[in-house]
């Protein structure tokens, strides 16, 4: 199976700040990842797919890049409503693993 | 609007079976795979399996496997998950989401189920 390995797991950032959330994977995925959003008791909500393309409705401040085993997802200027989990998916092979997750908190 | 609609939470003993089920409303039912993903309490995502709604051939992660059972029926448009011999770690929220058959490699998770609570508790 392919690891995930984001990091960090935890970050401490203020409104207006440039975030970034690295995904590292243990083999090539070429593009074939997915970053989600997930707020307390609600299901992920999919923000970004095949590495760097923006879901429909996603605000253009997330961005992602990457290709092969590295991964980011940046957002330039931190929102209040940004505030939640992060998960990168990969969907090159199965099962269709999912990396750990990146609580961003407000500072 | 697409919407995936689960069923309601529930309580299982440990030992027993559980089945969840997610109605797709909004789009074609058989353009898009289930997938089943759980989320133990406090703790990260993990992806089971997923279920191809036109031919019903399913899969699931090995550690799955022989334990879940994913299921469609067409004529209402709703997939399920069925887990046996449930655990006490198997508390979690259970998700379906879709996948665009043939493309979710590209596409991802794009639209999800809002979450079926399962306890395992004596």
């Known amino acids: 199976d392919i690891q995930l390995t984001q990091s960090p797991s935890f970050l401490s950032a203020s409104v207006g700040d440039r975030v970034t959330i690295t995904c590292r994977a243990s083999?090539?995925?070429?593009?074939?990842l997915a970053w989600y959003q997930q707020k307390p008791g609600k299901a992920p909500n999919l923000l970004i797919y095949?590495?760097?393309t923006l879901q429909n409705g996603v605000p253009s401040r997330f961005s992602g890049s990457g290709s092969g085993t590295e991964f980011t997802l940046t957002i330039s200027s931190l929102q209040p409503e940004d505030f939640a989990t992060y998960y990168c998916?990969?969907?090159?092979?199965?099962?269709?693993?999912f990396g750990g997750g990146t609580k961003v908190e407000i500072k | 609007q697409v919407l995936l609609a689960q069923s309601g939470a529930e309580v299982k003993k440990p030992g027993a079976s559980v089945r969840v089920s997610c109605k797709v409303s909004?789009?074609?039912?058989?353009?898009?795979?289930i997938h089943w993903i759980r989320q133990a309490p406090g703790q990260g995502l993990e992806w089971m399996g997923w279920?191809?709604?036109?031919?019903?051939?399913?899969d699931s992660a090995q550690r799955f496997q022989g334990w879940v059972t994913l299921t469609r029926d067409t004529s209402i448009s709703t997939a399920y998950m069925e887990l046996s011999r449930l655990k006490s770690n198997d508390t979690a929220v259970y998700y379906c989401?879709?996948?665009?058959?043939?493309?979710?490699?590209?596409?991802?998770?794009?639209?999800w189920g809002q979450g079926t609570t399962v306890t395992v508790s004596s």
């Open positions: 989401a879709r996948g665009a058959i043939g493309l979710d490699y590209y596409y991802g998770l794009d639209v």
């Open positions: 909004g789009d074609s039912f058989t353009t898009h795979n």
């Open positions: 279920v191809n709604p036109n031919s019903g051939v399913s």
């Open positions: 083999q090539g995925i070429r593009t074939f």
């Open positions: 095949a590495a760097s």
């Open positions: 998916q990969q969907l090159d092979s199965y099962p269709r693993t």
